[in-house]
């Protein structure tokens, strides 16, 4: 399985951004896409996930209401909008696939995603 994350860039304060995913190689019935982020100095921290179609998204309380997970199927891309972005959210940004339904705590976890994408660097200025 081949993730590649793209999309990043530098933006201002209360801009929006959108991060792309593509999802290429095996590929299995059912699996779940994470987003994470890893600031400068900090640990890698969880940001979203959804199913393989995008649905039954979750978000870290620090961006829910922002940002909001969806998958174009044609293309098998999944994508995380990011609007009203702050400074804080100035990070690298990695998609993650776990070839199951983790839930909860699991969900979370970066130790629970067996593929990672590359990273794209996310920088907001303020």
């Known amino acids: 399985v081949q993730l590649q994350a793209s999309g990043g860039g530098l933006v201002q304060t209360g801009d929006s951004l959108r991060l792309s995913c593509a999802v290429s190689g095996r590929t299995f019935r059912l699996y779940t896409v994470g987003w994470f982020r890893q600031g400068p100095g900090k640990e890698r921290e969880f940001v979203a996930a959804?199913?393989?179609?995008?649905?039954?998204?979750v978000y870290a309380d620090s961006v829910k209401g922002r940002f909001t997970v969806s998958k174009d199927n044609a293309k098998n891309t999944l994508y995380l909008q990011m609007s009203s972005l702050k400074p804080e959210d100035t990070a690298v940004y990695y998609c993650?696939?776990?070839?199951?339904?983790?839930?909860?705590?699991?969900?979370?976890?970066?130790?629970?995603?067996?593929?990672w994408g590359q990273g794209t660097q996310v920088t907001v200025s303020s």
């Open positions: 993650a696939l776990d070839p199951g339904l983790p839930k909860g705590y699991a969900l979370r976890q970066v130790s629970t995603y067996n593929y």
């Open positions: 959804s199913n393989w179609s995008g649905g039954n998204p």
